[in-house]
């Protein structure tokens, strides 16, 4: 693809030094539908992106944004706070009859603000509350935002350092295979429980991602999740999900904690709850843990109706049944299958990832971001991930075509062998 140097200057001058991804991909997005994003010149790119994983249902869903058209032209509530609204009432009864209930997951909805960052506070903040405790465990190579409290359970180092002041009342826990994998599961946690000379205070809760995205695509095993549970329970701890990424579908189920078995004392929900990028999250917790004072939590924008509107078409549309499910099933073979045989051309390489999100880790830590950087000369928006940015991370859309999919994996292929 020939691409002419767009005209950056007002983002380069304007713009604070703090944008990242308009780095990666210079060019001026004008227009998107389903897997396809359209720069103001005309260059059309697959998206393996989506929105950092908010975009699952695809750009300018067609049956998403019907509903928020009807919505809007009819002078529907656009901002209320926390008031009761028919837009609030339609979600919370198509998510409980529709996702809870069939799952039999008994949690109250919170809605603590409009984006992920605001979740994970929330639900540190409740935890502290529920045990009167201030230590939270978290693990290797988590990412669970960038204010403060949810970057002090944050791994990254460069992310952490950000914050200008000490991130405290955590302690850090190896994620599953951050050790070698003859080391047993939880055997330090443990030790460091029982032994009254540890020096670790009595944590109030663990926060955990089943798949970690930001710290690589690292994929806990379902019994390291089970096992993790268990020792919660024993040890008087509250299991808090961070779902904000791998729920509502990406791994294949609504929630990726499904596929284990388990049912965490508390989630959080963002990036795609809404279907169609529009800022929204969710905190869900078990009914006792429900002592919030009225107030004691709030947030200007903790009540984005035109985000309830979509929030509740898109469950209607895709979550009565499993046809999307098994399509994601489907799609993970494809993608696996892709992975494989790239690995396999390339010395120390491998692979993981579970549903629709993959990553392919190169033995050299520049690879990735150069066969980032050339996807994009070909037509494909494709992010890295890890510690050090080395691995080549797949998010596409979960209603990619299975052509778009062949499509993009080529394309990745392609990049990857090309800059060797």
């Given at each position: 693809m020939t691409i002419t140097q767009p005209d950056l200057s007002v983002f380069t001058t304007l713009e604070s030094e703090v944008r990242s991804y308009c780095r990666s991909w210079p060019t001026v997005f004008a227009r998107a539908q389903g897997s396809r994003i359209h720069d103001e010149d005309?260059?059309?790119?697959?998206?393996?992106?989506?929105?950092?994983?908010?975009?699952?249902?695809?750009?300018?869903?067609?049956?998403?944004?019907?509903?928020?058209?009807?919505?809007?032209?009819?002078?529907?509530?656009?901002?209320?706070?926390?008031?009761?609204?028919?837009?609030?009432?339609?979600?919370?009864?198509?998510?409980?009859?529709?996702?809870?209930?069939?799952?039999?997951?008994?949690?109250?909805?919170?809605?603590?603000?409009?984006?992920?960052?605001?979740?994970?506070?929330?639900?540190?903040?409740?935890?502290?509350?529920?045990?009167?405790?201030?230590?939270?465990?978290?693990?290797?190579?988590?990412?669970?935002?960038?204010?403060?409290?949810?970057?002090?359970?944050?791994?990254?180092?460069?992310?952490?350092?950000?914050?200008?002041?000490?991130?405290?009342?955590?302690?850090?826990?190896?994620?599953?295979?951050?050790?070698?994998?003859?080391?047993?599961?939880?055997?330090?946690?443990?030790?460091?429980?029982?032994?009254?000379?540890?020096?670790?205070?009595?944590?109030?809760?663990?926060?955990?991602?089943?798949?970690?995205?930001?710290?690589?695509?690292?994929?806990?095993?379902?019994?390291?999740?089970?096992?993790?549970?268990?020792?919660?329970?024993?040890?008087?701890?509250?299991?808090?999900?961070?779902?904000?990424?791998?729920?509502?579908?990406?791994?294949?189920?609504?929630?990726?904690?499904?596929?284990?078995?388990?049912?965490?004392?508390?989630?959080?929900?963002?990036?795609?709850?809404?279907?169609?990028?529009?800022?929204?999250?969710l905190c869900l917790f078990r009914p006792e843990l429900d002592i919030w004072e009225p107030g004691e939590h709030n947030g200007t924008f903790r009540g984005n109706n035109p985000a309830f509107v979509t929030a509740a078409a898109a469950i209607n549309a895709y979550w009565t049944d499993d046809e999307l499910k098994q399509q994601i099933l489907a799609h993970a073979q494809t993608i696996e299958a892709a992975l494989r045989d790239t690995a396999a051309h390339h010395s120390g390489s491998g692979y993981r990832g579970r549903g629709m999100i993959w990553g392919l880790e190169l033995s050299d830590p520049r690879h990735a971001g150069r066969a980032a950087r050339r996807a994009f000369e070909f037509g494909l928006l494709v992010e890295t991930s890890g510690a050090q940015g080395e691995v080549l991370k797949l998010l596409p859309p979960l209603t990619i075509t299975a052509d778009e999919l062949d499509h993009g994996l080529r394309i990745m292929q392609r990049a990857v062998h090309e800059t060797t």
């Open positions: 005309g260059h059309e790119y697959l998206d393996f992106f989506a929105g950092a994983g908010s975009l699952n249902y695809g750009h300018n869903n067609p049956v998403l944004k019907r509903a928020l058209l009807d919505y809007l032209e009819h002078d529907g509530i656009t901002h209320a706070l926390d008031m009761s609204t028919t837009a609030k009432r339609t979600f919370l009864e198509f998510f409980q009859h529709t996702i809870l209930r069939p799952r039999d997951l008994p949690y109250k909805v919170m809605f603590p603000g409009p984006t992920g960052t605001n979740a994970v506070e929330a639900a540190l903040k409740l935890a502290r509350k529920v045990k009167g405790r201030e230590t939270v465990v978290s693990f290797t190579n988590a990412f669970h935002g960038m204010s403060l409290g949810a970057l002090a359970v944050t791994g990254n180092a460069f992310k952490r350092a950000g914050a200008g002041v000490p991130l405290v009342h955590t302690t850090r826990m190896p994620f599953d295979h951050y050790m070698d994998d003859g080391t047993s599961d939880f055997r330090w946690f443990e030790q460091q429980l029982a032994d009254r000379g540890s020096g670790l205070d009595q944590p109030a809760a663990v926060i955990v991602e089943t798949i970690q995205g930001e710290g690589g695509v690292n994929v806990a095993r379902p019994q390291w999740l089970r096992t993790l549970a268990t020792l919660c329970q024993e040890h008087d701890m509250l299991l808090i999900v961070d779902d904000i990424q791998m729920g509502c579908g990406r791994t294949g189920s609504f929630f990726s904690f499904e596929e284990a078995g388990i049912t965490p004392d508390i989630v959080t929900v963002s990036k795609s709850i809404s279907g169609y990028g529009l800022p929204m999250s």
